[in-house]
């Protein structure tokens, strides 16, 4: 038995073994906001987008509570990047995640971070052409495969896929439903645009449309799994929810009968104050049971879940130990900071060993795969090294990167039956 001040070392030697390998270790990023740069103006970057993160805005809200939030709204990007700048990272320490990610960009791309103004950044980035700094932006982050989140319903998102065009292999397709299914009916108008002859009424006929519209979408996408954030109250079975109906009817068919996987995103109150836009949604603890019968009821359905409300992660690993076709992903939004992932990391290696996906960027701006990933890797290799060191026997480099290639490097449709 190894005494506690090998223990130290041993722990401390295990960590500088683990990242440096992990450092090595191309990221699969399986959940971003970000786009296929052929795919023009959808893809976000740049100081200004950075500094313009929803993230932020809520933050610089909080330090400007006498702001009007609908007169910054209405400022030209470059004013509200100053403002943010200025009363977060000038007038204040940036030591939140949001901001501290944003200094971690500007530093690894050589940017100075202590300046009082974005002249320099924006010259940079100026300069950059999106082809070249994606290339950049990869190396950086060590993330060669890259999820998007895309909905053929929003009208500039669909004149890409109208027009077509060429696809960079590092950046692959998701579906997402929130637009078609949520708040129903708030999508027909959109699915009858398309040409699907889908109507307020949740009968046959409607089913059988919106199926079509998932399986035309799933194949001219080449999609690797659906998608749907879903607020805390959502339940299964509930026999008068529209969006339980729905995915009762049109989403798991075609999950069952082509294997593609669900990933639902569970409990997030969507717009708890509205005036902040896209920073206004929160969080609630959403029920776990619902999961499980989902699971119980759909063995042949991979369901990737995600939850929002820090109770719920613990919950959802002993779900995940009960069924197989659950696999937990990332340490979503809210939970995107070092005290929970590191919480949830060790929870999840506790009760799951290495059969989850630890992380996934959500990143809505190119440049946030720098960050988002570094802070990452940072805490989930350190969780990592402290469980070998609790193991008696040596950890070979080899092992290591086996394992670390496990968890960063597989995507979730390919980790069906893992
Ligand atoms: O539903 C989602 O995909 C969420 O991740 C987003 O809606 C959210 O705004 C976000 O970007 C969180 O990180
Ligand atoms: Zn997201």
Redesign the pocket.
């Known amino acids: 038995m190894t005494d506690i001040t090998d223990r130290h070392t041993n722990v401390s030697d295990l960590t500088q073994r683990v990242q440096r390998l992990l450092a090595d270790i191309p990221i699969t990023d399986v959940h971003t906001?970000t786009f296929d740069p052929a795919m023009g103006s959808l893809l976000l970057w740049g100081i200004d987008e950075l500094l313009t993160y929803?993230y932020l805005v809520a933050e610089v809200s909080r330090a400007r509570p006498d702001m009007d939030i609908a007169a910054f709204f209405g400022m030209p990007k470059s004013d509200q990047a100053d403002l943010i700048w200025n009363e977060l990272f000038v007038k204040r320490s940036p030591v939140s995640e949001a901001c501290r990610g944003v200094i971690t960009v500007m530093d690894r791309l050589g940017l100075n971070t202590a300046t009082d103004n974005l002249a320099e950044a924006r010259d940079y980035f100026r300069n950059q052409n999106i082809g070249d700094y994606v290339n950049t932006v990869c190396r950086l982050s060590k993330v060669n495969d890259i999820t998007m989140?895309n909905d053929p319903l929003d009208p500039e998102e669909y004149v890409c896929w109208e027009q077509g065009f060429d696809r960079d292999p590092r950046f692959h397709a998701a579906l997402r439903l929130d637009s078609a299914l949520m708040q129903w009916p708030a999508g027909v108008p959109r699915l009858q645009q398309l040409g699907y002859r889908v109507t307020n009424h949740l009968d046959d006929a409607t089913f059988g449309e919106i199926r079509r519209y998932l399986m035309d979408w799933r194949r001219r996408l080449d999609a690797r799994y659906m998608a749907i954030?879903l607020p805390p109250t959502f339940r299964y079975p509930q026999a008068d929810a529209c969006i339980t109906t729905l995915i009762r009817e049109t989403v798991l068919p075609v999950a069952q009968d082509t294997g593609l996987p669900l990933a639902m995103?569970i409990g997030?109150k969507k717009l708890t104050n509205p005036a902040l836009q896209?920073a206004g949604?929160s969080v609630g603890k959403a029920e776990i049971e619902t999961v499980e019968r989902l699971a119980l009821d759909y063995p042949g359905v991979r369901f990737a879940i995600t939850m929002l409300s820090r109770e719920n992660m613990h919950e959802l690993c002993i779900a995940a130990r009960k069924f197989a076709n659950i696999l937990p992903f990332g340490c979503?939004?809210f939970l995107n900071n070092p005290s929970l992932i590191r919480e949830i990391t060790a929870m999840r290696l506790e009760t799951l060993g290495l059969s989850f996906i630890p992380q996934h960027s959500?990143a809505?701006v190119l440049d946030q795969l720098i960050y988002k990933w570094e802070h990452s890797r940072d805490i989930i290799g350190t969780v990592l090294a402290e469980k070998y060191a609790l193991l008696p026997h040596a950890i070979d480099d080899k092992t290591i990167q086996r394992d670390l290639h496990h968890l960063f490097g597989t995507p979730i449709a390919a980790t069906a039956g893992q």
Do not use: A, G, K
């Open positions: 906001h929803h989140t954030s995103m997030v896209l949604d979503w939004w959500d809505r």
